[in-house]
């Protein structure tokens, strides 16, 4: 049941760091690996499983954002929301392996939305960003561990 909950608490916070929502998941995951009590190939699913997930809500909540933009209690103020557009057509769908980043991440997946990228191309290219971003975590805290 211990480990379950690992797993699962892992998941919700990587799910958490994936929206729009200021929280982390890399140090529960360093911290749940370091303990060593549990399978790193399931950490690092459960981690990855729940940050794509989270960026998944991020482009369905994109695809229908726009409606919103101008009124007064929408967050994205036009301009910048103009701008991530501009950006994300200038360097296109394969800016999503760049999903992985902090601050940049998140609203690259929702502009993905808003600028109504496939699906199945969003989801395949936030994949490899999201699970690369955690091999390559475990792999150095495991390293430095030894």
């Known amino acids: 049941m211990e480990a379950l909950a690992a797993y ?47 960026s998944v809500v991020n482009w369905l909540l994109g695809r229908s954002v726009e409606r919103f933009s101008g009124r007064r209690w929408f967050p994205v103020k036009p301009a910048a929301l103009e701008k991530a557009k501009a950006w994300y057509r200038r360097w296109g769908r394969w800016s999503l392996l760049l999903s992985w980043l902090p601050v940049v991440g998140d609203p690259l997946t929702l502009v993905a939305g808003v600028l109504r990228e496939p699906f199945w191309v969003f989801l395949a290219l936030v994949t490899i960003a999201k699970l690369g971003r955690y091999l390559v975590l475990a792999a150095l805290v495991l390293g430095w561990a030894g």
């Open 8 to 54: 699962a608490g892992l998941f919700l916070a990587a799910f958490a760091a994936a929206t729009l929502l200021p929280a982390q998941s890399e140090a529960l995951l360093a911290g749940l690996l370091l303990s060593g009590r549990y399978g790193t190939a399931l950490l690092i699913l459960s981690a990855a499983a729940g940050n794509v997930l989270g």
